[in-house]
């Protein structure tokens, strides 16, 4: 059964700290990692990874997939108590015949404070 | 550029009721997801259609689950009859493409409560 992992499962920090957001998975015909923030509503896409070793970045947030020991990190450096969210891993199988296309962690529940 | 939309944003039912969601694709968007999110299981895949026909439904709770694409602009979700442990917030969600080269973008959920 396709698998995807997330540690920890909560977080607290204080504001400039930097975290890193884990995410493991098992799942066979890999074919994308991908990472999202919920706030109050619906989660909003961060990063779409498909190879190893390439760093995405967007502002303070970037994200590294290792697809040789099926693990991806989302960093974020100067937190901000808008980061504070829900993150979300979620990986791509299409290929799989009766099986989901996309199987989402638990996630992460970051908080920033003051 | 309107996004995903669904609706009703909350909603209290007794259990027994039917209960219907809806939901309105970003217009070009090939894909549709349903989602169903609780703390215990996170976000599990429900169905998805591409270009309006169901492709995967293995993640249907049960019969009494069911989701309609009649047209490329609108689906329902329906639960019929509804009980208390499908209290949840159902998200839909579409794409342009697979999930595995585009994003999907998500609507903000429906909030359902089963009394």
Redesign the interface.
């Known amino acids: 059964e396709d698998k995807v992992v997330q540690s920890p499962l909560s977080l607290v920090v204080h504001e400039g700290d930097t975290v890193t957001l884990n995410c493991s998975y098992e799942v066979t015909n890999f074919?994308?990692l991908?990472w999202y923030k919920q706030e109050k509503?619906?989660?909003?896409?961060l990063f779409?990874l498909t190879s190893s070793g390439i760093e995405k970045k967007s502002g303070r947030l970037s994200s590294i997939l290792d697809k040789k020991e099926l693990f991806s990190i989302l960093n974020i450096t100067a937190t901000q108590t808008g980061d504070s969210a829900v993150y979300?891993c979620?990986v791509?199988?299409?290929l799989r015949s009766?099986?989901?296309?996309?199987?989402?962690?638990?996630?992460t529940r970051l908080s920033v404070i003051a | 550029d309107a996004g995903v939309i669904q609706s009703p944003r909350h909603e209290v039912t007794e259990m027994g009721q039917e209960v219907t969601l809806r939901c309105k694709p970003i217009s070009g968007h090939d894909y549709l997801f349903w989602y169903r999110q609780t703390m215990m299981r996170g976000l599990e895949l429900l169905i998805y259609f591409n270009n309006n026909v169901p492709i995967d439904d293995s993640g249907m709770p049960e019969d009494r689950f069911s989701a309609k694409m009649p047209n490329a602009s609108f689906s329902t979700l329906k639960i019929q009859p509804s009980e208390p442990r499908d209290s949840a917030v159902y998200f839909c969600a579409s794409s342009p493409t697979g999930v595995w080269s585009q994003p999907q973008h998500f609507g903000d959920g429906t909030r359902l409560s089963i009394l």
């Not at chain 1, 509503?41 to 896409?45: G, R």
């Open positions: 074919r994308s991908l509503k619906a989660p909003t896409f779409m979300l979620a791509g199988n299409p009766g099986n989901t296309p996309l199987v989402f962690g638990k996630g």
